[in-house]
């Protein structure tokens, strides 16, 4: 899908839609629990495929306008034999099952997009190999066996806090207590703080210290009724029109839960001011603030080496991107420069690069210069109404 957008002003009031990634603890939490609902959902494919492999595993699970209610027959290890789960194109879907899968003792396969199957699960592999585990994946499936135990796991903190939250699901549910030991720095910690403070409402108690978390083992997930908080990312997002032009857009974005792009509106500001920005705990928000660089006064940005490990390498699409704006992008170690300029209308079709991010960011741009961008389907991954949000807000653009 192809949008053409006309050059407008945006104005308006509007709520930034709910948090994705609390969407999946709380999914994956209500089932661990035998059962609850989860309400302020938004239908994300990423959320999608959560619900679906929660499904795979047993659970019941009935999709209303805006809540789930999940219930569950049994535990953990009475999953359905042979469960196959599609993660769709969801790393953290992925990459939090697969140690919960891992303590069930079961063959279980995932599916998922070629761009999933082929995306770093390195700890796990490497898990699997000294445990013995079985763990076999292709450019179609992965296929896992194993019986995890409670222990002492050892991880790289420059690695995805994914793997770390998805042990954290499943440690406290095994005979025994276990420490996670995260090698610094400690990287995206937010995310892990976000997890632990999920499943207390569940429950279950972690200790995060300040490269460690213990967890006791032989705890039960309890059942509890959540609703999911504002997307403090996407929320981000939507504020970053106010960045570029005369746009003025006021967002409500809330959350009890912490969210580490809660600091979008702080790095908004560095970005307008031409202060250097460090990404290492929020690289989702990269996109966005090297959009916003390139309409003011150009950037620096450190911390940057995350986002060539994220659903592609987002530095270089940006890079490529940008360059048709007429803005040069300099990729360093772990750095990023963006230079000032004045930004042209593409004369070239933009790419969204398949990345929910980055059509978002560029759509950004392009409601200042016109233009158009190639992939607009992929921003159902995470805000599945971005599109209808926009036209609300007087965006003016043709889908073809």
């Avoid at 793997?163 to 090698?183: A, C, H, N, Q, W």
């Avoid at 976000?194 to 972690?206: F, H, N």
């Avoid at 908080?229 to 960045?243: E, F, H, I, R, T």
């Avoid at 990023?336 to 929910?356: G, Y």
Wanted: aromatic share 8%.
């Amino acid at each position: 899908m192809t949008v053409e957008f006309i050059p407008t002003t945006l104005r308006g009031e509007v709520t930034a839609p709910p948090s994705k990634s609390i969407a999946h603890r709380c999914l994956i939490s209500c089932y661990l629990a035998g059962g609850g609902t989860v309400e302020n959902i938004a239908y994300s494919e990423d959320v999608k495929a959560t619900i679906n492999c929660i499904r795979a595993l047993g659970g019941e699970v009935q999709e209303k306008e805006n809540e789930v209610e999940i219930k569950v027959n049994g535990t953990l290890w009475d999953i359905p034999e042979n469960s196959v789960l599609n993660a769709k194109e969801s790393g953290s879907t992925l990459r939090f099952f697969i140690p919960i899968c891992m303590a069930t003792g079961q063959e279980i396969t995932f599916k998922g997009t070629k761009k999933l199957l082929s995306r770093p699960l390195g700890f796990y592999e490497e898990l699997a190999k000294n445990k013995g585990f079985v763990f076999s994946r292709n450019e179609e499936e992965i296929k896992i066996k194993g019986n995890l135990k409670s222990g002492i796991y050892k991880l790289k903190g420059n690695i995805t806090s994914q793997y770390i939250t998805g042990l954290m699901f499943v440690l406290p549910l095994l005979d025994g207590d276990s420490k996670i030991i995260i090698e610094p720095p400690f990287e995206s910690r937010s995310y892990v703080v976000m997890t632990a403070e999920i499943l207390e409402k569940y429950g279950i108690e972690t200790e995060l210290l300040e490269n460690e978390i213990h967890i006791k083992g032989g705890q039960s997930y309890k059942k509890t009724d959540y609703r999911v908080d504002d997307d403090m990312s996407n929320g981000a997002y939507l504020d970053g029109y106010n960045y570029c032009g005369e746009n003025k857009i006021k967002v409500k974005a809330e959350t009890l839960i912490t969210q580490g792009d809660s600091v979008y509106k702080e790095y908004l500001e560095k970005v307008k001011n031409g202060e250097e920005v460090d990404l290492t705990d929020c690289p989702d928000l990269g996109p966005l603030l090297y959009a916003v660089a390139s309409a003011n006064k150009g950037g620096r940005f450190k911390g940057t080496d995350r986002l060539s490990i994220k659903e592609g390498d987002r530095n270089l699409a940006m890079q490529e991107e940008l360059k048709k704006f007429g803005t040069e992008m300099e990729i360093g170690e772990n750095e990023v420069v963006i230079k000032k300029s004045e930004l042209k209308k593409p004369t070239e079709i933009l790419d969204s690069h398949n990345d929910h991010r980055i059509f978002m960011a560029l759509s950004i741009l392009l409601t200042k210069t016109g233009g158009k961008i190639k992939g607009a389907e992929c921003v159902k991954k995470s805000f599945p109404d971005y599109l209808e949000v926009l036209e609300k807000l007087g965006a003016k653009f043709n889908v073809s």
